[in-house]
């Protein structure tokens, strides 16, 4: 497998995304906003939509639609003119139907794929692509481990956070960028669809293995890093999509967690002395 460049590329993006969507994704569960990534990456599906009918890059015009919802989504929370649910339903709504509508207006023999975006096509991922990534990639990191324990004190009691002097606005507005760039550096791995899965399914799983936020965060990254390395090279052996077979190991993880949990839980009442 390592013999071919392009599934290199996809390994080390692989890994990138790995990192980035359950550090990112471990702040929405606690928010419980853990859906956002699906509106958002509908909303960098208009991005990419605009990108490919104007021959640019897509990555970008990802970027910047990504990050223009999810600021104004969290700017109409702050206000509190409309819930969250409402704000990302208009999220998901709005964003298929502007990256629709655009593409309809490609010039007449552009060819436009919207399938690679979408589940993720991995294998396609340029040298140019791997470099936006590792970009973003380290911003992100670095923005969680820099702000993790206010991002944390925000996202566990907004109200107390407010009440100690922290600038909640500018770190959800923060949190908000840092997940629009997880999302755009995810949509070639595991597609703009399938996202959410990958900021969700690991931190489920380690939260039922842990006791302390840390080490729910530690154990997340390595699972997801976990599922998306061993998703890729399963895909290139068995010639699947390697989005959904990078969500279906993340699934998988976490159904032997549950079942081994649930295991240990009933021999433990098994061994426990009966009540006098």
Same mark, same amino acid.
């Given at each position: 497998?390592?013999?071919?460049?392009?599934?290199?590329?996809?390994?080390?993006?692989?890994?990138?995304?790995?990192?980035?969507?359950?550090?990112?994704?471990?702040?929405?569960?606690?928010?419980?906003?853990?859906l956002i @990534?699906?509106?958002?990456?509908?909303?960098?599906?208009?991005?990419?939509?605009?990108?490919?009918?104007?021959?640019?890059?897509?990555?970008?015009?990802?970027?910047?639609?990504?990050?223009?919802?999810?600021?104004?989504?969290?700017?109409?929370?702050?206000?509190?003119?409309?819930?969250?649910?409402?704000?990302?339903?208009?999220?998901?709504?709005? @964003?298929?139907?502007?990256?629709?509508?655009?593409?309809?207006?490609?010039?007449?023999?552009?060819?436009?794929?919207?399938?690679?975006?979408?589940? @993720?096509?991995?294998?396609?991922?340029?040298?140019?692509?791997?470099?936006?990534?590792?970009?973003?990639?380290?911003?992100?990191?670095?923005?969680?481990?820099?702000?993790?324990?206010y991002l944390?004190?925000?996202?566990?009691?907004?109200?107390?956070?407010?009440?100690?002097?922290?600038?909640?606005?500018?770190?959800?507005?923060?949190?908000?960028?840092?997940?629009?760039?997880?999302?755009?550096?995810?949509?070639?791995?595991? @597609?703009?669809?399938?996202?959410?899965?990958?900021?969700?399914?690991?931190?489920?799983?380690?939260?039922?293995?842990?006791?302390?936020?840390?080490?729910?965060?530690?154990?997340?990254?390595?699972?997801?890093?976990?599922?998306?390395?061993l998703g890729?090279?399963?895909?290139?052996?068995?010639?699947?999509?390697?989005?959904?077979?990078?969500?279906?190991?993340?699934?998988?993880?976490?159904?032997?967690?549950?079942?081994?949990?649930?295991?240990?839980?009933?021999?433990?009442?098994?061994?426990?002395?009966?009540?006098?």
């Amino acid at each position: 497998m390592l013999q071919y460049a392009f599934m290199r590329r996809a390994l080390l993006a692989a890994l990138m995304v790995g990192l980035t969507a359950p550090s990112v994704g471990v702040y929405l569960v606690q928010r419980r906003l853990a859906l956002i @990534g699906d509106g958002l990456g509908h909303v960098a599906l208009t991005g990419v939509a605009v990108g490919l009918v104007t021959s640019t890059t897509p990555v970008l015009t990802a970027l910047v639609a990504a990050v223009i919802g999810a600021v104004v989504v969290e700017l109409i929370r702050a206000k509190g003119r409309t819930s969250g649910d409402v704000a990302l339903a208009v999220l998901f709504y709005g @964003g298929i139907a502007g990256g629709v509508v655009i593409v309809s207006q490609a010039p007449p023999g552009t060819t436009v794929n919207l399938d690679a975006y979408l589940f @993720g096509a991995i294998t396609t991922t340029t040298s140019g692509d791997l470099l936006v990534f590792l970009l973003l990639t380290v911003a992100v990191v670095l923005l969680t481990l820099g702000l993790g324990r206010y991002l944390f004190a925000v996202s566990n009691d907004e109200e107390y956070a407010l009440a100690s002097g922290l600038p909640v606005l500018r770190l959800n507005l923060l949190l908000a960028v840092a997940t629009s760039v997880t999302v755009v550096v995810s949509m070639r791995v595991v @597609g703009l669809l399938l996202i959410s899965a990958l900021m969700v399914i690991p931190i489920a799983t380690a939260q039922l293995l842990t006791r302390s936020f840390r080490s729910t965060v530690v154990l997340a990254t390595v699972l997801g890093t976990a599922a998306s390395v061993l998703g890729v090279g399963a895909s290139f052996y068995a010639d699947t999509p390697s989005g959904g077979t990078i969500v279906l190991f993340a699934i998988a993880g976490f159904v032997v967690v549950v079942a081994a949990v649930a295991v240990r839980n009933r021999l433990r009442r098994d061994v426990s002395p009966a009540p006098r």
